[in-house]
């Protein structure tokens, strides 16, 4: 049942980019999201399955890899780029990064409401917020390089 869980909540991220990001947009940034979305958040949730003890009920392995966590970030990685504040100082930038750790830490924390993630007994709300916080920089400072060599 909770694997239906996983396919409707991914469904739900990959649906409201569409509707809220024009598709052009989502093609200029699909390796974006594809490299620092999926990839990314699979080597995490990999890491996090094999250190922590990290357990995503209902979610399909692949290689130890569960799928359906990781996909779900490419609309997300998608959405942080398209609406990243390009041609702000970098104070908005800033709370733009801990705006998205916020609410990545949020989105944990319902599925672990629902059920479909449980972390160790270690691991809370705080080292969720400052993994989303760092996760968003990498994506900052690699979207911020791709940018410059496209203006350039």
């Known amino acids: 049942m909770l694997t239906l869980y996983w396919l409707f909540f991914t469904l739900l991220t990959f649906v409201a980019l569409f509707i809220v990001i024009p598709y052009q947009r989502i093609q200029q940034l699909f390796s974006f999201g594809f490299w620092l979305g999926f990839f990314l958040a699979s080597v995490v949730n ?24 990781s996909l779900y970030f490419i609309p997300l990685a998608i959405g942080f780029a398209h609406y990243y504040p390009l041609k702000k100082d970098w104070m908005v930038k800033v709370d733009y990064v801990l705006l998205f750790a916020a609410i990545t830490t949020f989105l944990q ?4 409401i629902f059920g479909m993630w449980q972390g160790t007994s270690g691991w809370n709300v705080a080292y969720t ?24």
């Open 46 to 69: 990999w890491l996090g399955i094999a250190m922590l003890g990290w357990l995503m009920p209902g979610d399909i392995l692949l290689f130890g890899i569960p799928f359906f966590s």
């Open 109 to 112: 924390s319902l599925l672990a």
């Open 129 to 152: 917020f400052i993994l989303a916080a760092l996760i968003h920089t990498v994506m900052t400072v690699y979207y911020l390089s791709v940018e410059i060599k496209q203006v350039a």
